[in-house]
């Protein structure tokens, strides 16, 4: 089987699967998926069978010799010698969280039927990641005329649970929590984060990070217009009251 790892790994790399998103398919933990494309570890032979039907593929193509792309996308003819198509840009192919869909997303977030009907944004990020598109939809993250509007498109990586008490405070994220899809900053306390709109009229809302079915942190920013984002002021002002939180609640 040695060709196997290599081999899905160019399939994902063919079909813009993120690693995630390809394991998904088969019912698969992205690491048992990582250590199938590094050698580290062999599938079963229900896991081979699933991936050769599921993409159309002989068993002996899959396992005995290196696929080209030109099998992978069902041309005629063996091309190995063109180094051209193995060479291509793949750009990330990232689904995107509308006004129209929101609702749907938040029922079906973890249904890949239902995300790989997202309309999607191509960008020429990391493949190997995986990216979610947030169109903002209210004003709540805008401080006297500054930061984002209706409209604007930020762009996030997927961060795992166990991964976001190392975020820093005042990252931007959108997070699913609660049956709600929420766009701010956050700000971590034990096992709790507080959700920070920039707008000062907007309450704090906080959650249990055990709650938290996915959080995105923003990479990429699409705005209708050049934001004047402020000075750092407020920030570091927030972050003291954070600070303050902490130790009321270790002296409580």
């Known amino acids: 089987m040695s060709f196997f790892g290599k081999n899905i790994k160019k399939i994902r790399s063919v079909k813009s699967l993120s690693q995630q998103a390809f394991a998904e398919l088969f019912d698969l933990k992205r690491g048992t998926l990582g250590a199938y494309e590094e050698g580290r570890s062999e599938p079963k032979i229900e896991t081979i069978l699933k991936i050769a039907n599921y993409f159309s593929i002989s068993l002996e193509s899959l396992l005995t010799s290196e696929l080209t792309v030109n099998e992978l996308l069902k041309f005629k003819g063996d091309i190995t010698t063109d180094v051209k198509d193995d060479k291509k840009e793949q750009f990330a192919q990232i689904p995107c969280v509308t006004d129209a869909n929101v ?19 191509q960008l020429p990020v990391n493949t190997e990641k995986e990216f979610r598109g947030y169109t903002v939809s209210n004003l709540e993250m805008t401080n006297h005329d500054n930061g984002f509007y209706p409209k604007d498109v930020v762009i996030g990586e997927r961060v795992p649970s166990m991964v976001i008490k190392k975020l820093n405070n005042g990252t931007l994220v959108f997070v699913l929590v609660n049956g709600e899809l929420i766009f701010r900053r956050l700000y971590v306390i034990k096992n709790k984060v507080v959700l920070r709109a920039d707008h000062k009229n907007i309450e704090d809302e906080s959650f249990l990070i055990s709650d938290i079915k996915e959080l995105w942190r923003v990479r990429y920013v699409f705005c209708r217009r050049i934001p004047e984002f402020t000075d750092g002021v407020e920030d570091k002002l927030s972050k003291i009251e954070l600070e303050i939180s902490k130790m009321k609640e270790r002296l409580g």
């Open 103 to 121: 609702d749907g997303y938040i029922e079906f977030y973890n249904k890949e039927k239902f995300i790989n009907e997202l309309p999607v944004i």
